[in-house]
Each structure stands twice: as C-alpha cells, then as structure tokens.
C-alpha cells in the first residue's frame, strides 16, 4: 500500500512540475508575443565632465567621457497599455574593444533595470565609460570612439528579450565565445553613476537604484 501511495504522489508531483513548465512556456510565448520594443541604433558621444558651479569653485580641467545611448519604444500588453507603464525594463548593454594587453578582443558588459517604462513611448537609456577606464583602455585622455569596435543592447521584459539592436558589427556579436568578459576590471556605469545623473532627466528612462 505505501509504496502505491507513493507512486501515486511521484506521478502526481510529475503532472504539477509537468504543468507548470507548460505555463512557464505558454507565459514567455505570450509575453513574446505581446511585446515588441523598438530599439534604436547606438549613438556614441564623446562628453566632458560637466563644470557646475556652486558658492566655492575649485580648479580643475574637464575630461571626456564616452556615452553610448540608445532610443527604445516599447509596445506593452494589453494590461499594461491599460496602466500606460511597464514595471521594470531590464537593458543588457555590450561594448567590444580591442585588449589592452594586446590579446584578441574584450567585451564589457553592463545590466541596468529602468522602472516605470511609459509604453509607447520613446525614450532613452544608455551607459558610460569613465576618463580614468578610457585611460587606462586606450593610453589617452581624450574619449575615441574609434577604440570602440562593437557595441550591442538588448531589452528585456520579465526575462523575455523584446528587442535588440548593435553597431559596428552584427547583432549578437557579444556571444562570441572568444572575447573576455573584463567588466570588473573596466567598468561600464549607468548614468546615475556619472556627473550627468541630473542632466537631460526627462529624456531618459527612470533607473532602478541597486540595492
């Protein structure tokens, strides 16, 4: 009798998990399905760091920073089209260079999760490489996007990648396996994380503070 019992319950317990990755499945087709993002080309541009003036200034001379953005327009469910905002949009960002160490090619990658995303509405989001990382990438204080060889963005909502867009080399580059991740070593920062995080406010997406 027990070890029926339990046969019964392992059955059982095969139909639940079988259920639900069937709904799992079903979920992230339809999410798919229902959501289209309209990602935009990644600009680059070189910015100095901003001079603000307060009641004490001190001296000093303005470096460049390099900003890569990207424009996105994203079409959410009938539910959220109701609510006119997306809860959380997850932007994976990728840029390529070549190694400083003069070994092949390196990526850096950067995940920024944007909340309160008006649908159907263009916005922006974007990433930074520091004066001090660009010294140390290309040997230069000036910003050259010339050393940047490939940039790549992808979008995501609840997990589900809804659109992607690249420049200078073919989407989906960043999954060669040949280039080293070196994020850790040469940071890419969000715009919260740089001098600019209270310029042009409007015009980019809100981002998520990192807990």
């Known amino acids: 009798m027990k070890q029926r019992f339990a046969s019964v319950r392992r059955s059982a317990l095969a139909t639940v998990v079988a259920s639900a ?42 470096k460049d920073w390099l900003e890569v953005e990207a424009s996105m327009k994203i079409a959410g469910t009938p539910e959220q089209k109701k609510v006119g905002y997306i809860n959380t949009v997850t932007v994976k ?81 960043w999954n060669a396996p040949a280039l080293s991740d070196q994020s850790e070593k040469f940071p890419l920062l969000n715009k919260t994380e740089t001098p600019f995080a209270m310029l042009w406010y409007d015009r980019y997406a809100e981002i998520q503070k990192e807990r």
């Open 21 to 62: 990755a069937a709904f799992s499945l079903l979920s992230t087709g339809a999410i798919a399905q229902e959501i289209k993002a309209d990602v935009g080309k990644p600009v680059f541009d070189d910015l100095p760091s901003p001079d603000v003036k307060t009641g004490k200034d001190k001296s000093f001379k303005p």
């Open 93 to 173: 960002w990728y840029v390529g260079l070549r190694n400083p160490d003069g070994k092949g090619a390196i990526k850096l990658v950067k995940t920024i999760n944007h909340i309160n995303v008006p649908v159907d509405e263009e916005v922006f989001t974007s990433v930074y490489i520091s004066p001090a990382t660009i010294k140390r990438l290309t040997g230069k204080d000036k910003a050259n996007k010339g050393a940047v060889e490939a940039v790549g963005i992808e979008v995501l909502v609840d997990g589900v990648k809804v659109g992607q867009a690249a420049e200078k080399a073919k989407e989906l580059w």
